[in-house]
């Protein structure tokens, strides 16, 4: 079945480090990829999201980058802040349908 | 516009009792996704609605589990008998239409309702 698989599980950085988390899915038809950050008891917030059609996609201090051929995509976070801490989900789907298949999520930890 | 609201936001059941989860989508959204959350998991998908209709449940559990979307009012899942093994945060999120190249329309997460099985 549809799989999404997400390392590592948790990471910590010192503050103004790279952080970077890794997914992988099963599903060749999937061509839209969101990344989600999760703080403690809260809804997840969309962060950054990529299409099938682009192979990186950049929003100030986050990128993401997708290998299609290869069924990988990658969060990157540069010069980490504490507030970058919280649990990171990357996501997979496939058109005409907002159906996530999540990763199992990064805890990321910036440390001051 | 409000967002997504579920209610309530936390819920406390025990064992054999019924569960009611409501989701109000936001303004002008038709399509509602409900997703489990494990304590220290991942979302999982459950089930896809539109208006009065059951699109995608491939995710529901077999028994016990229902998801409805009236016409009017919020969108209802019920879970009945409840177990242990239901506490969890279930999450629903809402769109205004089917995500296709053309749109670029996130689906937004409600706060989440924390159901807790005693």
């Known amino acids: 079945g549809e799989n999404v698989e997400q390392h590592p599980s948790t990471l910590s950085v010192q503050e103004g480090d790279s952080a970077v988390i890794k997914c992988t899915y099963s599903?060749?038809?999937?061509?839209?990829f969101p990344w989600y950050k999760q703080e403690l008891g809260k809804r997840p917030q969309l962060i950054i999201d990529i299409r099938s059609n682009v192979g990186e996609k950049k929003d100030q201090r986050i990128a993401v980058t997708l290998n299609k051929t290869a069924k990988h995509f990658s969060l990157h976070i540069t010069e980490t802040q504490p507030e970058d801490s919280a649990v990171y989900f990357c996501a997979a789907s496939k058109s005409g349908t907002y159906k996530y298949i999540f990763g199992t999520g990064t805890r990321l930890k910036v440390l001051a | 516009n409000a967002g997504v609201m579920q209610n309530p936001r936390h819920l406390v059941r025990r064992r054999g009792q019924e569960a009611r989860l409501r989701c109000s989508p936001m303004?002008?959204?038709?399509?509602v996704y409900w997703y489990r959350q494990l304590p220290e998991e991942g979302l999982k998908f459950m089930v896809y609605?539109?208006?009065?209709?059951?699109?995608?449940e491939s995710g529901m559990p077999k028994e016990r589990f229902s998801a409805e979307f009236p016409k009017e009012g919020p969108s209802i899942l019920r879970i009945q008998q409840v177990v242990r093994g239901d506490s969890a945060a279930y999450f629903c999120a809402s769109s205004p239409f089917l995500r296709d190249r053309g749109r670029n329309a996130e689906a937004f997460f409600g706060q989440g309702t924390r159901l807790t099985v005693v």
């Open positions: 599903d060749s038809a999937s061509n839209y």
């Open positions: 303004k002008g959204h038709s399509h």
């Open positions: 609605l539109q208006k009065e209709n059951i699109i995608d």
